[in-house]
């Protein structure tokens, strides 16, 4: 299943984020890509804002793992952006989606294409520039919380800042 919807601006772009956070559930895990400046983490932040967190959410650039533990669920922040290959799998991200060794929240891995390895069900988006704003494709596995996507295209396409981009 998919969605498209174009974001004509950083307001647009965290909103969607904000949005998706209000519905998300623990164990959710996405896979962002998209180049430099396409709003990762923008979305990022409306998601955590959405799940209640109160902290400033920055790109773990550096840092690479990024915790935030002050909102609905745990959201767990990771950017692959300086690793590749066997460097970005030696993070063993998947204690992060199976949720053995920490409490189980929401994973979002920017740069997600530098993994050799992926969780079963993850969720996709992808996200381009698009004249002045930015484009998005959101998918997700088949059948995996239904009632959500369909509450979450429901509100895309009646949300006001929203409601024509869908």
């Not at 520039?129 to 919380?145: D, F, I, T």
């Amino acid at each position: 299943m998919a969605i498209s919807i174009q974001l004509p601006d950083l307001r647009a772009t965290h909103h969607f984020g904000w949005l998706m956070g209000q519905r998300l559930s623990a164990g959710s895990v996405l896979l962002l890509s998209g180049p430099l400046g396409s709003g990762k983490t923008a979305f990022t932040q409306g998601l955590g804002a959405g799940l209640g967190i109160d902290q400033t959410i920055d790109s773990p650039t550096f840092t690479l793992i990024n915790e935030y533990v002050t909102g609905r669920v745990p959201l767990y922040h990771v950017d692959l952006y300086r690793l590749e290959g066997a460097a970005a799998d030696s993070l063993y991200l998947e204690t992060y989606w199976d949720g053995d060794e920490v409490e189980s929240g929401i994973l979002v891995i920017e740069w997600a294409e530098r993994l050799n390895y992926l969780p079963e069900k993850p969720i996709r988006l992808n996200l381009a520039y698009a004249g002045v704003g930015r484009w998005a494709e959101l998918s997700w596995p088949v059948g995996w919380h239904g009632e959500v996507w369909s509450n979450l295209q429901e509100v895309l396409k009646s949300d006001e800042i929203l409601v024509d981009e869908v």
